[in-house]
């Protein structure tokens, strides 16, 4: 049964069966899933610096965005790339398909490397309060490692990257 209804998810409430037979009554958020981008340029990514209401606090993080119904997460990526940092990118590399918390969230993150990026201007949502910050890939990893940066989503693109791409 639908309790809420948003412009970026829905929450229900069922009850559902377990594969040992029990029956559950299940709280979880129905989303249409995100893009999440790595945008590259030579040994530095850019991140954004953005309030998050949710936490109180500002949050260093990959570029992301809700998919609009009827997109596909490439065109998601590509979009929310410009809006949020103002680069185009024209190698857009798909690296992996996280869920980050299976447990209240249907959500499916695609994440992506952007490279051969050009600078064309950015168009942030008038909600989004975002800083561009560009940063040399290894200062990521130290601040991941000294907890200044615990966004999911960036701490698993930056680690996957490191040990998929970045050695090929």
Do not use: C
């Amino acid at each position: 049964m639908k309790i809420f209804s948003g412009k970026k998810f829905e929450v229900y409430i069922e009850k559902t069966e377990l594969p040992n037979g029990k029956i559950r009554e299940l709280e979880y958020v129905k989303h249409r899933g995100s893009s999440v981008i790595l945008p590259l340029i030579d040994n530095e990514v850019i991140l954004v610096k953005e309030y998050r209401p949710v936490v109180g606090k500002w949050l260093l993080q990959l570029p992301a965005g809700t998919i609009d119904e009827g997109e596909d997460p490439e065109t998601t990526a590509k979009r929310e790339l410009v809006e949020e940092t103002g680069f185009e990118a024209n190698t857009l590399i798909h690296l992996i398909d996280l869920y980050p918390s299976p447990g209240i969230s249907d959500e499916l993150m695609h994440i992506y490397v952007a490279k051969d990026l050009n600078f064309v201007g950015s168009r942030p949502e008038d909600y989004e309060v975002i800083e561009i910050v560009r940063m040399p890939l290894m200062q990521i990893v130290e601040m991941i490692k000294s907890g200044k940066i615990s966004d999911m989503k960036t701490v698993a693109g930056i680690l996957y990257y490191l040990t998929t791409l970045a050695k090929s």
